[in-house]
């Protein structure tokens, strides 16, 4: 009886190529997979950070300062809110903020995007003074004055003209650039500068919202951003509370 022949090297290496070629295709092909993953967690941590500031607003009639993504685990106000010595001022300003989660009764994890970093949390300085700055007046509501543009038409607001948002939640996206590390480090900037995330990124009253665009250069842009105006919190308080009858 004749003995089994096994296979050549030549046959060898092509279906080791061509098992390569299913390997890297189904990698290519889920990434796309991975990312949509990445941003779905990201919205769902949004909207559970959402529903602690409106329940903090009900308590509180006020925004929470942010606090200080630059804080080590071990430091003592690691997640909390940092008012200023002023009223109404908050410590923690620019590209430090983040959203101060043991102040909100959150988790550590909810505090962070898809990708792990900390989500960067912007309240407009006159949200978070101690006069129940977010508080129905009768039939008028308070401004807070952050502005947002996208990045296609950046001379054009989107947020309601002479209102402005209350606040602003920015995750950083994939590349994470200027996004906190869950353990105080920042994400710096690699290569080129991108002009509407660094906006995002290093504070001020001007923002950006927009799809995304991951083209390398001055129109790049990944981050995923939520605002809401005064007038949508207070109504999101519900009746009796926030100055609502």
């Given at each position: 009886m004749k003995g089994q022949q096994g296979f050549t090297l030549i046959e060898l290496s092509v279906v080791l190529a061509i098992v390569g070629?299913?390997?890297?295709?189904?990698l290519m092909a889920s990434g796309p997979l991975f990312e949509r993953a990445h941003i779905q967690q990201t919205q769902q941590t949004l909207d559970q950070i959402e529903s602690a500031?409106?329940?903090?607003?009900?308590?509180?009639?006020r925004l929470p300062c942010p606090a200080d993504g630059a804080l080590q685990p071990n430091q003592l106000l690691y997640g909390r809110e940092q008012p200023g010595a002023k009223p109404g001022s908050c410590t923690i300003v620019d590209g430090h903020a983040v959203v101060p989660w043991v102040t909100l009764?959150?988790?550590d994890g909810l505090?962070?995007?898809?990708?792990?970093?900390?989500?960067s949390y912007v309240p407009a300085a006159t949200m978070t003074g101690p006069d129940h700055p977010l508080r129905r007046q009768g039939i008028t509501y308070p401004s807070g004055g952050l502005k947002v543009s996208t990045p296609a038409t950046p001379s054009v607001e989107i947020t309601p003209p002479g209102e402005g948002a209350a606040y602003l939640l920015?995750?950083?996206?994939?590349?994470?650039?200027?996004?906190w590390m869950r353990g105080g480090g920042q994400v710096q900037l690699s290569g080129a500068r991108h002009p509407f995330e660094e906006a995002n990124g290093q504070g001020g009253s001007a923002f950006y919202q927009g799809s995304l665009n991951e083209l390398r250069?001055?129109?790049?842009?990944?981050?995923?951003?939520?605002?809401?105006t005064?007038?949508?919190?207070?109504?999101?308080?519900?009746?009796a509370a926030c100055g609502n009858p």
């Open positions: 070629l299913l390997v890297g295709g189904g500031l409106t329940l903090f607003a009900i308590r509180q009639d009764g959150l988790h505090s962070a995007d898809g990708w792990g970093r900390r989500i920015i995750s950083h996206g994939h590349d994470g650039t200027y996004g250069g001055p129109t790049h842009f990944e981050d995923v951003v939520r605002w809401r005064a007038a949508f919190i207070i109504q999101s308080c519900g009746p």
